[in-house]
């Protein structure tokens, strides 16, 4: 059964980057077909989906947030990161790492998130 | 703004049927699959239903999800005190090329 924990520091800066790591346990991030995406709460709000890194490593952004969004994989660890920069206290939330599996079914995409993190809050302030 | 809507609440009373709707477009709900999740504050959000209709292993048939055309919606029967959580729809939008989720339903227990 794969498990996945997300860390980091829950207080950032304005201005600075954010960063988070996934550590996944159960599963090789780098075998299979799965996909591994971030996705975060902001406060007060729904979820939103940031992105997303495939086993072959190429990756899928939230258009609203890609130019400050690089996700990223290390296999030696199996984990996942998440970087986005120039935060700002709408970048406030719990962020979550999740295991996405996708198929297709003729041309219509299946495409649904089956384990998650239990999440880590970030606050942004000064 | 999200590009799915739902209703921000829903209710009822123990033993009910609560219905849940998500409206969307030709680019997600039209062309995929539609997910649903249920979401406490402070834990890890559970996939519900997947691919329109589809229980994971250990939901029960309490839950049932639907689609149609740019539309899908979840339904809850025998609603129980334990089933007081937040609602997501959620689905892939081939004109953004990423995942969308609903604008969330608040659903109580009376």
């Known amino acids: 059964q794969v498990q996945l924990r997300e860390s980091g520091p829950g207080l950032v800066k304005p201005s600075q980057t954010l960063s988070l790591t996934c550590t996944v346990s159960g599963e090789s991030i780098s075998s299979g077909d799965d996909y591994w995406g971030w996705i975060r709460q902001p406060a007060g709000k729904g979820l939103e989906w940031i992105g997303r890194?495939?086993?072959?490593?190429?990756?899928n952004y939230n258009p609203s947030l890609r130019s400050r969004v690089t996700i990223s994989a290390d296999t030696s660890k199996n984990q996942l990161s998440l970087k986005l920069s120039s935060v700002t206290a709408a970048d406030t939330g719990v962020y979550y790492c999740?295991?996405?599996?996708?198929?297709?079914?003729?041309?219509?995409?299946?495409?649904?998130?089956?384990?998650w993190g239990q999440g880590t809050l970030v606050t942004v302030s000064s | 703004q999200s590009v799915l809507t739902q209703p921000p609440s829903a209710s009822g009373t123990p033993g009910q049927r609560v219905t849940i709707f998500c409206s969307g477009s030709?680019?997600?709900?039209?062309?995929?699959?539609v997910n649903w999740y249920q979401h406490l504050p402070g834990t890890a959000p559970k996939l519900l239903i997947y691919s329109n209709n589809q229980r994971p292993s250990g939901v029960p048939d309490r839950f049932s999800g639907s689609k149609s055309g740019t539309s899908a919606s979840l339904a809850i029967s025998g609603l129980q005190s334990d089933d007081e959580a937040d609602y997501f729809c959620a689905t892939w939008d081939d004109s953004l090329n990423g995942y969308v989720f609903g604008t969330g339903t608040k659903v109580t227990v009376l």
């Open positions: 999740a295991r996405a599996t996708v198929t297709r079914v003729g041309t219509a995409m299946v495409y649904y998130f089956d384990s």
């Open positions: 030709t680019s997600n709900i039209g062309s995929n699959t």
């Open positions: 890194i495939h086993s072959s490593w190429a990756t």
